[in-house]
């Protein structure tokens, strides 16, 4: 898996990110047209140094985007919601990344893009040396009893 990854990161031909209408600089993570993204797709980018580090402990990997500086994973809309995400992370709604141009360089043994957005923080935040951190968005953690 591993060493698949670095070849399409050195050398490997794949479907190239499409520049946004609109957005300078950013382009959308091309998703395979044969995997279901029924969850709608955010992205997550640590800098390259994390990303063989983190793909070979995590349990399951989606789709991963590289370039020289970036890795990105995709995870489900939404995914960074209560976590405080690292300040080296980079969380995107939608999958527009800023930057160069990210290369497919793993896909998932499933019929889906994602990877499971929970282990990624949990790795992410290992990997960084920050502390793990869930946030409440302002709602009661528990439900009050009547």
């Known amino acids: 898996m591993l060493r698949n990854a670095l070849a399409q990161l050195i050398g490997g031909?794949?479907?190239?990110?499409?520049?946004?209408?609109?957005?300078?600089?950013?382009?959308?993570?091309?998703?395979?047209?044969?995997?279901?993204?029924?969850?709608?797709?955010?992205?997550v980018?640590?800098?390259?140094?994390?990303?063989?580090?983190?793909?070979?402990?995590?349990?399951?990997?989606?789709?991963?985007?590289?370039?020289?500086?970036?890795?990105?994973?995709?995870v489900p809309s939404g995914s960074d919601l209560d976590l405080d995400w690292p300040e080296q992370a980079s969380y995107v709604a939608g999958a527009c990344v800023p930057g160069g141009r990210p290369r497919l360089i793993h896909l998932p043994d499933s019929r889906t893009p994602y990877t499971p957005p929970i282990p990624?923080?949990?790795?992410?935040?290992?990997?960084?040396?920050?502390?793990?951190?869930?946030?409440?968005?302002g709602r009661p953690r528990a439900v009050p009893a009547p």
């Open 120 to 137: 990624l923080y949990l790795m992410v935040c290992q990997v960084t040396g920050v502390a793990p951190s869930w946030a409440p968005s």
């Open 45 to 74: 980018g640590v800098p390259a140094r994390y990303g063989f580090r983190l793909m070979s402990h995590l349990p399951r990997a989606g789709c991963v985007f590289a370039d020289a500086d970036q890795w990105w994973w995709i």
């Open 13 to 43: 031909r794949g479907p190239r990110p499409a520049e946004q209408p609109g957005s300078v600089g950013r382009v959308r993570l091309p998703l395979p047209s044969a995997l279901s993204a029924s969850l709608g797709c955010d992205a």
